[in-house]
């Protein structure tokens, strides 16, 4: 069973388009929502976290908005840039005694074209 | 300043051999992870350790074993290769807690086939 489902698969977006990635999740445990950004033949690294106590954070030309109602969060990056291709996760995570261990959704292969 | 280093990079096994993932980080953190990343999948939790000498299952722990005998090395291995481990393998190290600015290092991947 998928904790963390994402979509879409696959984005292709022009040069300074906004790229729009969602997630959703079940468990109304989950506090801590961080988003990954992975390069080919690399390894992910952590690009911006939120938790359900702010609708929205945002850095730069990335923001994520959370819906804590609905259960979902979304990714938004703005002006897209090619240099912004690559796969992005979306991940949650709950206190678990000494844990912190992540639940990773399916990821979305984004294609930024000149 | 290497951070979380994974060797080896790439191999090939044929089934029914042995093999040992090894994973270094030099953060001084306290957690250590594997995971396993296939298309369409995403990544998934094979075991991962909050301190030296403890290890614990994720969510596909099945065929594989960990040990973490020093805070920062953790090994993973196959006792039994089979095709259907065929995937590419990621460490990551974090500290304890989940404060914003942090989050998971992670390794540059090893890319394991089973044939």
């Known amino acids: 069973q998928q904790q963390v489902k994402q979509s879409p698969q696959s984005l292709i977006v022009q040069k300074g388009g906004i790229s729009i990635i969602n997630c959703a999740y079940e468990n109304t445990a989950f506090d801590y929502f961080p988003w990954y950004q992975q390069f080919p033949g690399k390894g992910p690294a952590l690009l911006i976290a939120?938790?359900?106590?702010?609708s929205e954070k945002k850095e730069g030309r990335f923001t994520i908005s959370f819906n804590k109602s609905a259960k979902q969060f979304s990714l938004h990056i703005m002006d897209s840039q090619p240099g912004d291709s690559a796969t992005y996760f979306c991940a949650a995570s709950k206190q678990e005694g000494a844990t912190n261990k992540l639940i990773f959704g399916t990821g979305t292969l984004l294609a930024v074209q000149p | 300043n290497a951070g979380v280093t994974q060797t080896p990079k790439f191999r090939v096994l044929k089934t029914g051999q042995s093999m040992t993932l090894l994973c270094a980080q030099d953060m001084n953190h306290e957690y250590m992870y594997w995971y396993r990343q296939d298309p369409g999948m995403g990544l998934r939790l094979i075991h991962y350790s909050v301190g030296e000498g403890t290890t614990a299952k994720g969510e596909v722990p099945d065929g594989y074993n960990v040990s973490r005998l020093k805070k920062q090395n953790f090994l993973l291995g196959l006792e039994s290769a089979a095709p259907s481990q065929t995937s590419v393998y990621f460490c990551a190290s974090s500290y304890p807690g989940r404060a914003l600015a942090y989050g998971y290092t992670f390794g540059s991947g090893t890319r394991l086939t089973v044939v």
């Open positions: 939120i938790r359900p106590d702010v």
